[in-house]
């Protein structure tokens, strides 16, 4: 799992028959410090995560699998919380 902020999203007319019930968000892993690193990240969506939102990212294959409903589905990357605060210690 990591925490990651909300920097898209992503509109495509064809998708895998399991991704319908979701959206389809590109994000940023983000550091302790609340920096953006790494390359970004599409993931799954059912909770309706909005842009600039923090986001909670499980990396779990079988809990994608369980939240879609759909054993076929390819993709591991899947919002599992919505933040609403984050303290950092300074």
């Known amino acids: 799992m990591f925490v990651a902020r909300i920097e898209g999203y992503i509109t495509s007319t064809v998708r895998h028959p399991s991704f319908k019930s ?3 968000l590109l994000c940023r892993r983000l550091e302790p410090d609340g920096q953006a690193v790494g390359e970004p990240q599409i993931v799954l969506d059912q909770m309706g995560a909005g842009y600039g939102s923090e986001v909670l990212v499980s ?3 079988d ?3 369980q939240i879609l409903n759909d054993n076929t589905t390819p ?3 899947v919002v599992v919380g919505l933040i609403d605060k984050i ?3 300074q």
């Open 22 to 24: 979701c959206s389809m």
């Open 59 to 61: 990396t779990d294959g």
């Open 63 to 65: 809990l994608a699998r």
């Open 75 to 77: 993709s591991r990357l």
């Open 87 to 89: 303290s950092r210690e």
